[in-house]
């Protein structure tokens, strides 16, 4: 029901029209503008870099959203993750999307740390954040500068052992990410 695609060329126009809309772009730190060369040159920037993978989520087989991890730090085993539900009409399984994530990053590739950064206002997703077992670690006060004001950023992480432990109703839903 639910899978990931890796990101590809063709994908880059529907990405760029999400990104670019309203509902998605108002808990972003950037603003892009909606230009399709841009969007290029940034898949050939991600597309190199083995600090960051890109999927496209999909649903029943539609093309619904997006969800990457970033900073990937092999070393210290960590990293930070993004996602968003590009088609409005698919926001009621926005919430189910994220397990997958987990247990792909603590399971198939074995990171000790997940981490997220919150913008302020984005209520939904903090409480996401503490519905899979994540933690508030840090609030950075007037961290983002966007629309003319400053925004406060919560800061939150999840540990492997948290999820193995504490979050065992959710291992069931694992799906293959692509790389």
């Given at each position: 029901?639910?899978?990931f695609?890796?990101?590809?060329?063709s994908?880059?126009e529907?990405v760029?029209?999400w990104?670019?809309s309203?509902?998605?772009?108002?808990f972003?730190?950037?603003?892009?503008e909606?230009?399709?060369?841009?969007?290029q040159k940034?898949?050939?920037?991600i597309?190199k870099d083995?600090?960051?993978?890109?999927?496209?989520?999909?649903?029943?087989?539609?093309?619904?959203?997006?969800?990457?991890?970033?900073?990937?730090d092999?070393?210290?085993?960590?990293?930070?993750?993004?996602?968003?539900?590009?088609?409005?009409k698919y926001?009621?399984?926005?919430?189910r999307i994220?397990p997958?994530?987990?247990?792909?990053?603590?399971?198939?590739?074995?990171?000790?740390?997940?981490?997220?950064?919150?913008?302020?206002g984005?209520d939904?997703?903090?409480?996401?954040?503490?519905?899979y077992?994540?933690?508030?670690?840090?609030?950075?006060k007037?961290?983002?500068?966007?629309?003319?004001?400053?925004?406060n950023?919560?800061?939150?992480?999840?540990?492997?052992?948290?999820?193995?432990?504490?979050c065992?109703?959710f291992?069931?839903?694992?799906?293959?990410?692509?790389l």
């Amino acid at each position: 029901m639910i899978a990931f695609k890796k990101l590809e060329e063709s994908d880059l126009e529907q990405v760029l029209e999400w990104r670019t809309s309203e509902h998605v772009t108002q808990f972003m730190y950037t603003d892009i503008e909606k230009n399709l060369d841009n969007q290029q040159k940034w898949f050939e920037k991600i597309s190199k870099d083995d600090t960051q993978y890109y999927w496209i989520i999909q649903y029943k087989g539609v093309a619904i959203g997006l969800i990457s991890l970033n900073q990937i730090d092999r070393h210290h085993r960590k990293a930070t993750f993004g996602y968003y539900i590009g088609d409005l009409k698919y926001s009621i399984i926005a919430g189910r999307i994220q397990p997958y994530l987990y247990n792909y990053v603590f399971k198939d590739l074995r990171l000790n740390k997940l981490y997220a950064e919150v913008m302020e206002g984005n209520d939904g997703m903090m409480k996401m954040h503490l519905h899979y077992g994540f933690t508030h670690a840090a609030t950075f006060k007037e961290h983002v500068f966007k629309n003319g004001e400053f925004y406060n950023v919560e800061y939150f992480e999840l540990l492997s052992s948290t999820w193995e432990n504490e979050c065992k109703k959710f291992h069931k839903h694992r799906e293959e990410f692509l790389l």
